[in-house]
């Protein structure tokens, strides 16, 4: 039996928990790592409503699906981010262009995941940080030292009463390494863990989708890190540049063959999960691995029930033994 394999229910928020469930199950899943939007689970009431907990629980439990992990995206991003009319659609409508308040409430909120996550009995929540300094990637007009430090001091400063939350309920967070975040590619994600260095329930949910459109090799970044991964995502992207594509994208949507890269349903891209399988057994990770699927060329009840095939071949164990020490002398 490999590691226990899940399903994040981010791209399946347009169902019903109970429909999810159901769908997870005959996929072949051992679990979900539930959204904390949509109808899957609200945080602050998981948080004050323990009839409310028991209820999602039941369902869990019948149809035998653990639920080790809460995912928290587009919550988080409210935290880090402000002022951008494109938050209007994460945070409650009522809320709509109110920066503040959306920052407020999407405080409050990742709070009560924390509480959220004790009560379910799960061990970490995934999601986004948010970055003020996003829009300055590209280092024209001049983008300083001091203006780049201040971004980070901010996230800092923003997310620590937030984990003190997370410490008091023996909870652990973890970042997702994106574009659209302060930690995005390797250097970035170094400097924010030094920033963090004094919070080790700050941590990596370690997803290889994003690192390998950007030349990033992920299990290098896996190992490198991997005192600070506490979940992973098993997600995969191709890269198909043409000789007109770029990897910026050129504001075309996903799925558009004209991008100069996409995410791929697990085994039809360019991650190469061998060698991560590898790192997470040598380093004795034995947290979940949580299927995030996404692929705009295949129908999606096909490609999640293929993922989750997928993960169990190549999920293998680690040796418990030398090859060669059948052929010692005795």
């Given at each position: 039996?490999?590691?226990?394999?899940?399903?994040?229910?981010?791209?399946?928020?347009?169902?019903?928990l109970?429909?999810?469930?159901?769908?997870?199950k005959?996929?072949?899943?051992?679990?979900?790592?539930?959204?904390?939007w949509?109808n899957?689970?609200?945080?602050?009431?998981?948080?004050?409503?323990?009839?409310?907990?028991?209820?999602?629980?039941?369902l869990?439990?019948?149809?035998?699906?653990?639920?080790?992990?809460?995912?928290?995206h587009?919550?988080?991003?409210?935290?880090?981010?402000?002022?951008?009319?494109?938050?209007?659609?994460?945070a409650?409508?009522?809320l709509a262009?109110?920066?503040d308040?959306?920052?407020a409430?999407?405080?409050e909120?990742?709070?009560?995941s924390?509480?959220?996550?004790?009560?379910?009995g799960c061990?970490?929540?995934?999601?986004?940080?948010?970055?003020?300094i996003?829009?300055?990637?590209?280092?024209?007009?001049?983008?300083?030292?001091?203006l780049?430090?201040?971004?980070?001091?901010?996230i800092?400063?923003?997310?620590?009463?937030?984990?003190?939350?997370?410490?008091?309920?023996?909870?652990?967070?973890?970042l997702?390494?994106h574009?659209?975040?302060i930690?995005?590619?390797y250097?970035?994600?170094k400097?924010?863990?030094?920033?963090?260095?004094?919070?080790?329930?700050?941590?990596l949910?370690?997803?290889?989708?994003?690192?390998?459109w950007q030349?990033?090799?992920?299990?290098?970044?896996?190992e490198?890190?991997?005192?600070?991964v506490?979940?992973?995502?098993?997600k995969?992207?191709?890269?198909?540049?043409?000789?007109?594509?770029?990897?910026?994208?050129?504001?075309?949507?996903?799925?558009?063959?004209?991008?100069?890269?996409?995410?791929?349903?697990?085994?039809?891209g360019?991650?190469?999960?061998?060698?991560?399988?590898?790192?997470?057994?040598?380093?004795?990770?034995?947290?979940?691995?949580?299927?995030?699927?996404e692929?705009?060329?295949?129908?999606?009840?096909?490609?999640?029930r293929?993922?989750?095939?997928?993960?169990?071949?190549?999920d293998?164990k680690?040796?418990?033994?030398?090859?060669?020490?059948?052929?010692?002398?005795?």
């Amino acid at each position: 039996m490999g590691r226990l394999l899940t399903l994040m229910t981010a791209q399946w928020a347009d169902l019903e928990l109970e429909e999810i469930c159901s769908k997870a199950k005959e996929f072949g899943y051992d679990g979900l790592e539930l959204a904390c939007w949509g109808n899957h689970l609200d945080p602050k009431r998981a948080a004050e409503d323990d009839e409310y907990v028991a209820e999602v629980k039941e369902l869990l439990n019948k149809y035998d699906l653990k639920c080790v992990a809460l995912c928290t995206h587009i919550i988080g991003q409210c935290v880090g981010d402000y002022n951008d009319p494109r938050l209007n659609g994460f945070a409650p409508p009522e809320l709509a262009d109110k920066p503040d308040e959306i920052r407020a409430w999407a405080i409050e909120s990742m709070k009560y995941s924390a509480i959220a996550a004790k009560k379910m009995g799960c061990y970490v929540v995934t999601g986004f940080v948010g970055s003020p300094i996003w829009k300055y990637l590209y280092s024209f007009p001049q983008t300083s030292e001091e203006l780049v430090e201040s971004g980070f001091q901010e996230i800092y400063d923003l997310w620590t009463p937030i984990l003190d939350v997370f410490v008091e309920n023996g909870i652990k967070f973890a970042l997702e390494v994106h574009p659209g975040e302060i930690a995005f590619d390797y250097y970035s994600t170094k400097r924010l863990l030094e920033k963090f260095k004094d919070r080790p329930e700050f941590g990596l949910n370690f997803d290889p989708s994003h690192l390998v459109w950007q030349g990033i090799t992920p299990h290098v970044f896996l190992e490198d890190f991997i005192d600070r991964v506490y979940h992973v995502h098993m997600k995969d992207a191709a890269v198909t540049l043409d000789g007109r594509s770029g990897l910026l994208g050129s504001h075309i949507d996903f799925g558009d063959l004209r991008r100069g890269w996409n995410f791929r349903s697990l085994g039809h891209g360019d991650v190469d999960f061998e060698n991560i399988i590898r790192v997470l057994n040598a380093y004795d990770y034995q947290g979940p691995l949580s299927v995030e699927w996404e692929d705009s060329g295949m129908e999606r009840e096909y490609g999640a029930r293929e993922a989750a095939e997928f993960v169990r071949k190549i999920d293998f164990k680690a040796s418990d033994f030398s090859f060669d020490s059948a052929m010692a002398s005795k």
